[in-house]
């Protein structure tokens, strides 16, 4: 029972310790020493385009909330941002008394007025513009930098940049940093997903069966049953909807529907048009060729059910393995194979029924758009 016990607690130990890091880990990223680390990377690639007539710049003004940052953590911002200007911008960074930012109020009367301002976050210069131009000139102050600082999310930290001229109160040079950056989404290119495949191809038809009736050949009549084989020509048109599956483009899912008439040379008996819908895998063979925006070889394989419009009965159900190679940025050919999986025979209006090989062959024009 002892040991059982101690087990227990060893468990309740480990869990403990693993919850404490984990939430440890989760506190040092939320914190602004780990955030501030984020924004001085991409300070130290963005501080160079300051303009080159300023050399010697002072923080005057602050714009926070206080309900979102103590006076403490402002003041570890300010001095991180004051360091990357000086780090890696190499500017000279002055902290006059007149121009620091603070949180006081101030009351400025006469014998007829009296005014009460709010100037948490601002110098006491930036309240007039005349001592602000008096007290840069002082200190030879070629730049006044604002800071804007917020808490959002998902940014995280967000931090706001503006330099003004002092002289002209023109706003010389901007930027903004967050700390969280956004994943970059990487958008699929669709490209051109759809095809118009035209068909020509050939089958064999054989085992017509003419139970107790007269069938006509060759102006010869033969009673009884019959059995032909016959050469039959496939034409078609299918269309080709397809998406892809990975941001190389090299991998597609779609589906494809569309007819294929069957014409033997010389039976006329068993003409039929199967209509088709199925679905299609292609994948790329090689490198993405960039003058035709498409790989040049691909192999794909669709998977159909065909059944016969009109009166005709019956369906079959097929693969078709092929080889797609791109000649142009629109148009293309293939060769494939039919494989029936089941459904070869076809019952015709007359209670003929053709049954149709499992294996035949095609090349098809694709048009790519």
């Not at 914190?31 to 010697?56: F, K, S, T």
């Not at 004051?82 to 109020?105: C, H, I, W």
């Not at 699929?188 to 006509?216: C, Q, W």
């Amino acid at each position: 029972m002892k040991k059982f016990l101690s087990a227990v607690l060893l468990g309740f130990f480990f869990v403990l310790i693993s919850s404490s890091g984990i939430l440890y880990a989760q506190s040092f990223e939320s914190g602004d020493p780990y955030l501030m680390d984020q924004i001085m990377e991409d300070m130290e690639e963005q501080l160079n385009d300051v303009p080159a007539n300023i050399r010697r710049i002072a923080v005057y003004k602050i714009n926070y909330s206080s309900l979102r940052f103590t006076n403490e953590e402002i003041e570890y911002i300010r001095s991180e941002i004051e360091y990357a200007f000086r780090q890696y911008a190499g500017l000279t960074v002055l902290s006059p008394p007149e121009l620091e930012p603070n949180d006081k109020m101030k009351i400025v009367g006469s014998d007829s007025t009296l005014q009460i301002l709010n100037i948490r976050g601002r110098s006491l210069a930036d309240v007039s513009p005349e001592m602000l131009l008096e007290i840069t000139e002082k200190y030879g102050v070629q730049g006044l930098v604002e800071l804007s600082v917020q808490r959002r999310s998902p940014e995280g930290l967000v931090i706001a940049l503006r330099m003004m001229n002092p002289q002209s109160r023109e706003i010389v040079w901007t930027k903004s940093f967050v700390s969280n950056k956004k994943p970059v989404v990487v958008e699929v290119e669709k490209g051109k997903t759809s095809l118009i495949n035209l068909v020509v191809g050939s089958r064999v038809g054989n085992n017509i069966f003419t139970p107790d009736s007269l069938a006509a050949r060759d102006s010869s009549f033969v009673a009884g049953d019959s059995v032909l084989s016959e050469i039959v020509v496939n034409i078609g048109a299918t269309y080709t909807y397809r998406q892809p599956l990975n941001s190389d483009n090299s991998a597609y899912l779609g589906f494809t529907g569309g007819f294929h008439a069957l014409l033997p040379r010389e039976v006329d008996e068993f003409d039929m048009t199967l209509i088709e819908f199925g679905i299609t895998y292609y994948q790329a063979v090689g490198k993405k060729i960039e003058d035709i925006n498409a790989y040049r070889v691909a192999f794909y394989l669709n998977g159909n059910i065909q059944f016969p419009l009109g009166k005709p009965e019956g369906q079959m159900f097929s693969a078709n393995p092929g080889l797609l190679l791109n000649l142009t940025q629109n148009l293309g050919v293939a060769v494939y194979s039919q494989i029936t999986l089941s459904g070869e025979t076809i019952t015709l209006d007359n209670t003929q029924q053709v049954t149709f090989d499992k294996l035949s062959y095609g090349i098809q024009g694709i048009i790519r758009f």
